[in-house]
């Protein structure tokens, strides 16, 4: 069991709140110690706690694994090492989140409303479209990396005891989800006049339909994405009536779906901390960020010890020769493969150095990490001093959503300006993660001018030009960067795209353990129900093996679902 942290926004009613850690639909479903009378206002709270509270998570899907396969972090002072392809039972938590707090507290919103008379549940539209919303997000997180789960028969134990729903084929919750959508957003768009609001207890939009019209939009494009591989003419005609959508989408970062928490008592210690773990920063991506001056280099790491000072004192302890000269480049990382992270010459220059040197007629030693750090304080605000600062978590931003429009028009899927919405894009994720630096007071923060976006957009491994094939990368490593805070959506971008790619403009490493290549995990296994259920999902697992790429058991995770097609 996790440990429970405060939210950091307010008093919460939290008294009636468990968390389940099984994953028995019985159990998860008709927990006595959730209140049936909860009003919508607690349960939306509550949903929402569930989306952005999880250290647990955290430590183990994304410092432990995601961010390791993504080539964001590697593991200091082992580097990578075989483990990272061999998964412990923590992983995979969301799935267990999903049916035991987050889906079954709206699907309990859904159940008041409906027992409203035909007048009462008129006023409350809005709150139900909401609740689709989050709803839909949650079961598209979850389906995404699992494949088949339950849904359209799941989360109806605690009203109807039924406890052996069948699992939906990601084909049939595709075409669900959309209509779902479809309908919350339409919904969403008529008047707020004479309608029941969630107010401030929706900590994300505090109930604004028209805001949650352009998340469900935004939210809309992100899944009709994931359907390119499977039905790209199905894809192009969902992006065309989103973009003709009256709701209209985000327009800023302003409009953002994401978590802003309190300066108090969220994401400090505990399972929120990777200090020491999986902490310093790929090789790959920071060559890519130095080396093209990507304003987000600071935001993501920060400087190694290796300063000009220290430097100095090295040389006159005796430790460099006279005639060496000092480097001012202090953002290093360390390769990713495990096999490079090993290799003599790398262990010989990069780390923690102990120099042993004269000073004042004495011996004395001096330590140097030559090694980059991610910036912490994004992650865990009890890291670096444990001061004051707020913890961002995005859900969906409007640079991804840019880079998403852009890719559609580069594809010939919309008569969209592809450069303009790269643009956007890269302008916007540059802002978004120089806030989330700012309130968070990472170490060294420093405020972005524009002539230095408009510099790095002109540099040619960034500015839109090329072949199609070209302009795709370059999207595709730009919505890499942009998901640094979203690891599971790096991941999700990268086995649908293939960016960054093994000798591309952002060099992904192959992952190689003495010797042997391995290749990256692209699922979860689908996780094993108590008996009642295994008849489903067994029938569940026979379906997305004969598909012929999920692989030959759940356990095969480098095999894929049915969206991630060959």
């Not at 507290?105 to 159940?111: G, H, K, P, S, V």
């Not at 957003?185 to 019209?213: E, H, M, N, P, R």
Request: aromatic share 12%.
């Amino acid at each position: 069991m996790k440990a429970m942290h405060k939210f950091g926004i307010g008093a919460l009613a939290l008294a009636t709140f468990a968390t389940a850690c099984t994953r028995d639909f019985a159990e998860l479903n008709t927990n006595p110690e959730i209140s049936k009378e909860m009003k919508p206002e607690q349960l939306i709270t509550l949903t929402q706690k569930t989306m952005v509270d999880r250290d647990f998570e955290w430590f183990y899907d994304n410092y432990s694994y995601i961010m390791p396969w993504m080539q964001y972090t590697v593991a200091y002072p082992t580097g990578n090492a075989a483990s990272i392809f061999n998964l412990v039972s923590n992983i995979n938590g969301f799935y267990s989140a999903f049916y035991a707090d987050f889906g079954r507290n709206l699907a309990d919103i859904e159940r008041q409303v409906n027992a409203m008379g035909a007048e009462e549940r008129a006023r409350y539209a809005h709150i139900s479209a909401i609740a689709t919303v989050h709803k839909v997000w949650g079961a598209w997180r979850t389906m995404d990396v699992n494949g088949s789960i339950p849904y359209s028969e799941a989360l109806k134990a605690r009203t109807e005891e039924f406890f052996t729903p069948k699992y939906d084929t990601q084909a049939e919750l595709f075409t669900q989800f959309d209509a779902e959508l479809k309908g919350a957003i339409a919904a969403l768009s008529t008047s707020a006049t004479g309608q029941a609001s969630f107010g401030t207890s929706d900590v994300f939009y505090a109930g604004d339909a028209a805001k949650w019209a352009k998340a469900a939009n935004v939210l809309r494009l992100k899944i009709a994405m994931r359907l390119m591989k499977r039905d790209q003419e199905k894809t192009r005609q969902i992006a065309a009536e989103v973009l003709a959508s009256p709701a209209g989408l985000f327009t800023g970062i302003a409009d953002e779906w994401k978590f802003i928490s309190g300066q108090q008592n969220f994401a400090r210690g505990g399972n929120w901390n990777a200090q020491g773990f999986a902490n310093r920063g790929g090789k790959a991506i920071i060559d890519y960020l130095y080396d093209n001056a990507d304003p987000r280099l600071a935001l993501f790491f920060k400087k190694n010890a290796f300063t000009q000072e220290t430097f100095n004192r090295l040389k006159a302890g005796g430790a460099f020769p006279a005639s060496a000269t000092w480097s001012p480049r202090q953002y290093v990382g360390l390769p990713s493969s495990p096999d490079a992270s090993k290799n003599a010459a790398y262990a010989r220059l990069f780390g923690v150095k102990n120099y042993q040197i004269t000073e004042n007629g004495a011996p004395a030693t001096l330590s140097v990490d030559t090694l980059s750090s991610y910036q912490n304080r994004l992650f865990d605000l009890s890291s670096d001093g444990d001061g004051p600062g707020r913890y961002i978590q995005p859900i969906a931003s409007y640079a991804e959503m840019c880079f998403l429009i852009s890719e559609l028009a580069v594809r010939g899927l919309s008569a969209e300006n592809a450069q303009e919405w790269y643009v956007k894009g890269v302008k916007a994720s540059i802002r978004a993660y120089e806030q989330m630096g700012r309130e968070a007071n990472i170490v060294d923060f420093a405020a972005i001018n524009e002539a230095d976006i408009d510099a790095y957009l002109a540099k040619p491994n960034v500015a839109f030009t090329g072949t199609t094939e070209v302009l795709l990368e370059k999207i595709g490593i730009q919505q890499y960067l942009n998901h640094f805070k979203q690891p599971w959506e790096a991941w999700g971008s990268w086995k649908r795209l293939g960016y960054p790619k093994v000798g591309g403009i952002l060099n992904r490493e192959e992952f190689r353990v003495d010797g042997n290549l391995r290749e990256t995990p692209r699922r979860w296994a689908l996780p094993v129900p108590q008996q009642l259920n295994r008849p489903n999902w067994n029938a569940a697992i026979q379906e997305m093996i004969s598909g012929g790429e999920y692989g030959t058991s759940a356990e095969e995770i480098t095999g894929r679902v049915w969206w991630d097609k060959k």
